[in-house]
């Protein structure tokens, strides 16, 4: 599913990495603890947290992900946007909780991982 | 001994979680223009941007020394913070010294050194109470 598709579905502004946009995402990780991101996160191209800072940005970056959602209506603060703009990273902002935003990508078939399609 | 074709130093601020990870991904960034595999360069990188955030959040920052060998990297943390009292219950996954502040970042979450230990091929810690610390860990390149 292309990132802006993924935006459509979740009532999401894209408020940095426009140029992203068009990119297809077909794995996802969701979390807020960043180090269980960093532990746990294989080939996901998507990050879904409540989490609003710049860590965010370089988690998802250190990951090679292409895009971030910030989900209970959290905003995207100017660091964040800066760093997304740079890195090429799309971020997306939803009023939706973790879990409803997750169960939506879920139900369109975008995986946790590739490895676990196997 | 493998010939040193790479040699890099940086400052870490502490307490500052805007600059927190610049020097991993600057790693990162120069271990793929040498063609690195790129499941390696994300050890390293995880490994090397944990070292940093728990520079930045327990000892006021630090330096990080990197040596890119042909067939390995070295990198050394070396802070001159508080130290870590109980080595062993630090390197315990879900053990924590972090303050409500900092978990409210995304840290915290007490994987950080058992993480940067995951991801090393050989991970040393040295730390001395009032003293600070010092971490080496280095990462094989496969052939």
Redo the contacts between chains.
């Keep these: 599913m292309k990132i802006v598709d993924v935006a459509k579905l979740l009532n999401a502004e894209i408020v940095a990495g426009d140029a992203t946009k068009e990119k297809e995402v077909t794995c996802i990780f969701a979390s807020?603890?960043?180090?269980?991101v960093?532990?746990f996160a294989r080939d996901e191209d998507v990050l879904i947290?409540g989490?609003s800072?710049?860590?965010?940005v370089?988690?998802a970056?250190?990951?090679?992900m292409h895009c971030i959602i910030l989900v209970r209506g959290k905003a995207a603060t100017d660091?964040i946007i800066s760093l997304c703009d740079k890195k090429g990273i799309a971020c997306l902002t939803t009023k939706l909780g973790m879990y409803e935003a997750c169960g939506l990508l879920f139900q369109k078939n975008l995986i946790p991982n590739k490895a676990k399609s196997k | 001994m493998s010939s040193n074709s790479v040699h890099l130093e940086f400052d870490v601020v502490g307490n500052n979680f805007v600059s927190a990870g610049s020097a991993s991904n600057e790693v990162k960034g120069i271990l793929k223009q040498l063609g690195i595999d790129p499941l390696v360069i994300r050890k390293i990188a995880v490994a090397m941007y944990e070292g940093e955030i728990n520079m930045v959040i327990h000892a006021g920052g630090g330096r990080a020394i990197v040596d890119i060998f042909e067939d390995k990297i070295e990198i050394v943390l070396i802070d001159t913070g508080e130290g870590i009292e109980d080595v062993e219950l630090a390197m315990k996954e879900g053990y924590s010294t972090a303050s409500e502040s900092i978990r409210n970042l995304g840290f915290g979450a007490g994987m950080g050194l058992p993480n940067m230990k995951r991801f090393s091929d050989k991970f040393e810690l040295e730390s001395e109470v009032g003293k600070g610390t010092t971490i080496k860990m280095s990462m094989l390149f496969p052939e």
């Design positions: 807020d603890l960043m180090s269980d960093l532990a947290s989490l800072n710049p860590q965010l370089r988690t970056a250190l990951l090679d660091d």
